[in-house]
């Protein structure tokens, strides 16, 4: 209970007031949109106000954080009531809001089988287990503990005067503050522990309002369609129970890739934000978009710089879209620039950004990495049929129906108006798909399949409005090219395709991925050891085989790298993840002159290793005692000898 | 650490000394354990102890017993009936 109270508190009610303090009482949002926006901007607020909380130097406690939502709730209340009512605009939102019978009936029923696929795939994750999950979870368990903001830092293994140590503290680039505060404020509120199934249900809670953020995005895209719902629905259909479980779906959720779903959340309501600015030259929305904007950039650096490409293609497209009368918009833009509203925004921004908190990425140089040519492999670009398995076949396939068909209308009122939905879902899908395919072309190195795994959300929109304008235009004009007898078969065809794809998928994706014993028994002996911390001077585990071995550091808290690991086999091989092979060689090879070396240069005592895999080798040797076993898990003392 | 119930697991209570003091903790649906302390290959002494799902069992072992022994690895044997597992430590 105190649980999901916490959620509420730090997931609902900051983004809440806040919209009410900046929209007032004007009906602009319906009651769906105000929950999913709330949720989102809720992530962005806790960790603005946590980020001033620590600068000020006050510790994240209980109270101080429940204080704070507490003032921040106040102050957006007292400027809501000074508002005055407004209901000049309802008309327009409440259109889009009213669905028919059977369209509520269709979204219902989408939510709850993408519901029920996805919990079902979870009940065997809900245990923490992934291996991002734990080392995200480390980071929040430390904000708990410290009370303040982290030094992203780890000490890895160096070589010095022919001798291993452990170095000195590095900074690490891969963490952002955004991923890891709003698990701290919820376990400080309610007291939960971090070894539980909380992590997993609030990431399932973002990835659900991240799905419901793409239907109200669709439905805002084409609200000049009469279509507009019907594609929401289907838009809602392609990314919601089919497809539900790979990757960025569930598949993240359980993983705990937590940057990515919080960004595919934000994503969408950020190009929401933006489309109702710039269509309804509405200042305050284009605020709300800068907000959620920057939330993305102390959130997850990928989605953000995927977000900068897109907004700044969108802006080139928009301006040559209107070139004749580029004047006449570039003025209506600086208008809602030099506003109140985003003027301020800006420099609480810049301010923020320069005094209060600088995203880790950007004081490390770690930007740097991103750009250029791709080294590693896994970022060399994706071929065409692996884009396509990963995007999902039929959602590429209408989606590709869908740009070209937004494109033939977008060419045919070009001078018109400007579309910005077709130069949004144009602008998105040409980037991920540039990356992807061709970095090259682009000049990022960033994981393929991870960018590819962007494109489920555009393609998804796309792919329903293929869908839908081919039927549609079938069904009225559909004698020119089919009898309409033919078009329900047609559809229903076409239908089976698609969700016998996604289920098929499901199906594939859904296969057990930790044996909660495994989980249970890592967890035991991590205990064991971390109560016996003071007879270990320092620990090596096993990564390859051990169930759930990054969570073993959390029962230390001693250091990001503590205990130190053997990591996978080709993380030594490529030559720029691992550059020693200390941890490689103390596990498969304990009694060779390199690990006694690295065992006495490093003061290595404990080590937890698979039971049925690493056994043999330190049961050959008499430099190691076994002195913990279970199913599946052995540790070994190394006395001095 | 009693989810799905179907394990168990043995350790020393003192990693680092020659203590032998060692604890059988139960998550499994077998009760009755026997455990063997062994002196290389033979055996010091043996018992049959029974430990209740959920429950744990600590086994002190007398050190005067052991301290005069001509065998350097101690090896505690437990097994269920079905699974066997073990525990040493090797003592100057």
Known sequence: MAFYLSVGIVLFLPGYVFLLAVFGKKKIFGNIKKLIISFAGSIILIDFLMLLLGKAGISFTRFSILATIG?????????YCFRKKQSEDETQENKLDKF????????????????????????????????DLGHHMYWSKMISETGKIPDYVQKDIVSQDGNFIIGSAKPISDFIIGEHL????????????????????????????????????ALRLFEKSRHSKNIAILSLFLIGPIFAIAPPQSKYTGGGVIGNTIGNLLLPLTFYFYVRAFREKNAFFLFVGLLFSMGLFYTHHLTALLFLMVFALTVVFSLLNNFKDIKNLVVSWLKMIFSAPVISFLVFAGLFALFVYTPTYLQNQAVSTVIGEAVKQEHQGLTLTQFK????????????????????????HRKNQIEYHFIILFSWILLIALIALKPDLVGVSIPSARIANYGVYPLSILAAFGFMYVFSRLKNDGGLFIKKSLLFPALILVSTFVIFSGSYDNAQNAKKTADPQKVVETFHASQYASARKDQFQQILHDHIYLTADSWIKLFFMRDYNFPIYRANLDRYENGIDRKETCTLSMISNP??????????????????VNKKIDEPQFRKTENFWQIYSSEDVNIYYRPQL | MNYQKNWWVVYFENPSGSSLNFTIENHSKETAFNYKIMGDENILEEKNISIKNNRQQKINIDPVAFENIPERKITIIITDGNNKKEIYKILN
Do not use: H, M
């Open chain 1, 71 to 79: 003032l921040f709730t106040a102050v957006c209340l007292a400027i």
């Open chain 1, 100 to 131: 028919s019978k059977n369209q509520a009936v269709a979204i219902i029923a989408i939510v709850v089988l993408t519901i029920l696929i996805k919990t079902f795939y979870l009940t065997d994750t809900i245990l923490p287990s992934s291996t």
């Open chain 1, 182 to 217: 709003i698990f701290s404020a919820i376990s400080l509120i309610s007291g939960i522990g971090y070894i539980s199934y909380f992590p997993v249900i609030v990431l399932y809670l973002i990835n659900i309002f991240g799905i419901l953020g793409i239907f109200i995005l």
């Open chain 1, 389 to 412: 398995f990963t995007v999902g076949e039929p959602r590429l396939a209408f989606g590709i129906i869908g740009i070209i068909i937004l494109g033939i209308i977008f060419w045919k």
């Open chain 1, 591 to 608: 009694d060779s002159p390199e690990s006694i070396k690295c065992f006495e240069n490093l003061k290595i005592n404990g080590i937890i």
